[in-house]
């Protein structure tokens, strides 16, 4: 079943939906997380703790407000325009991502998120 979450960054705060995967229903129960941004270009990636190998919802190429897990890095990332390595018109992550949700709103709003700024996961209510 999908799980309601709340994305929290300077500034933002977006629902968004986890779906109903393996590795999106390990992260809801890792909820809250808690950590520092990693920016690299329209993306932001913070390590959680939670550990999945790809699954068969692993994507090379990405939609802007994606949800996905990194299993090469343990990270949580969220997508919202191209990356260094994208190509005109994609979004590529580093590696393959497990898809994992989708934001609910704008993920434009991300732009203004900084490498270090907090960023938080929780469940909505």
């Known amino acids: 079943m999908p799980t309601r979450i709340r994305i929290e960054a300077p500034g933002i705060v977006m629902d968004a939906m986890l779906n109903d995967s393996p590795t999106a229903q390990k992260i809801a129960r890792a909820l809250p997380l808690e950590a520092e941004a990693n920016t690299w270009g329209d993306e932001i990636y913070f390590s959680i703790p939670v550990e999945m190998p790809l699954d ?6 990405v939609n802007a407000g994606d949800l996905g897990y990194w299993p090469r890095g343990r990270a949580f990332c969220i997508f919202f325009g191209p990356t260094p390595i994208s190509a005109p018109g994609e979004i590529r992550p580093a590696s393959a991502v497990n898809i994992v949700g989708k934001v609910c709103g704008d993920p434009a709003h991300f732009k203004t998120v900084k490498d270090g700024d907090l960023v938080r996961v929780v469940a909505a209510t």
């Open 56 to 61: 068969d919802r692993a994507k090379e190429l």
